[in-house]
């Protein structure tokens, strides 16, 4: 099994706790290099979205578009891969971190995309004003902290549920 790298700016380390202070740290290493991804990945796959199967990972920028479902989720076996998007094309599906890409994105499909991503805001802006792309047309989107209740989610999840770099995206109680 691999390492696990973590990226905790040293102003933080000794107060996880403060979310406040993380996103501001997860916002900065974001803009580095959100106009480098916005050209050599989102760009490409946006102009071409709509003549490539929702499971291709080639060529190469769309291996950051893309999920790894079909290496990884289903062997690259595209029986199951596309068994798969018939179960949940009337589904909720939500990704919870998603940062400047969301799985989420390929998956026009999906009768309901739900993203919970605090930086969501501040990304979706920069990708309009850099690309003119609204990225997140079609999807749901709430920029806050994933553990904040959310009434009109409660129970509506019935699909896929990916979450990923969200460590940053939940407060370390205190008493934990």
Not at 74 to 88: C, G, S, T, V, W
Request: glycine residues 2%; hydrophobic residues 35%; proline residues 6%.
């Amino acid at each position: 099994m691999g390492q696990v790298h973590v990226r905790r700016p040293p102003e933080i380390t000794n107060k996880i706790e403060d979310h406040d202070v993380a996103q501001k740290y997860e916002w900065e290493y974001t803009k580095g290099h959100i106009e480098e991804l916005i050209k050599d990945r989102i760009v490409p796959w946006y102009e071409q979205r709509n003549q490539i199967d929702w499971w291709v990972t080639e060529p190469e920028y769309l291996r950051l578009i893309r999920p790894p479902f079909f290496d990884e989720f289903f062997a690259r076996d595209e029986k199951l891969a596309n068994n798969f998007r018939k179960y949940i094309t009337k589904k909720t599906s939500l990704e919870i971190g998603s940062n400047v890409i969301s799985v989420l994105l390929p998956f026009d499909w999906m009768e309901r995309r739900v993203v919970i991503e605090p930086l969501a805001d501040k990304i979706r802006k920069m990708v309009k004003e850099t690309a003119n792309i609204d990225l997140y047309e079609n999807i749901e989107l709430y920029s806050r902290p994933a553990e904040e209740f959310i009434p009109e989610l409660e129970g509506a999840v019935d699909g896929m549920l990916y979450c990923r770099n969200c460590l940053d995206h939940t407060e370390v109680h205190k008493d934990s």
